[in-house]
């Protein structure tokens, strides 16, 4: 069972640590639906919304931030087939 997003039930994805901070340096972005998620398969991820925080995972930018699906799968959101 995906764990969804609260506002927008689209199934969340995972983000480490480094790449918040990352994230946080490049665009200070107004992240709406990041939490800490102890359900991650990845000890110190933060489960966000794809859907609802596109931009602060870089739909905008030509090299997008790393994420993790439910599955472990890495990729990026430009690689997800939301729209």
Request: aromatic content about 6%; proline content about 4%; charged content about 20%.
């Amino acid at each position: 069972m995906d764990i969804e997003c609260k506002h927008c039930h689209t199934a969340v994805v995972f983000i480490t640590e480094s790449t918040l901070k990352e994230i946080k340096k490049q665009l200070m972005p107004n992240i709406r639906t990041l939490s800490h998620q102890v359900t991650a398969r990845t000890e110190g991820a933060y489960s966000i919304c794809p859907q609802c925080d596109a931009y602060a995972l870089g739909i905008d930018m030509s090299t997008a931030f790393p994420i993790i699906l439910q599955n472990g799968q890495h990729l990026t959101i430009h690689e997800l087939e939301l729209w």
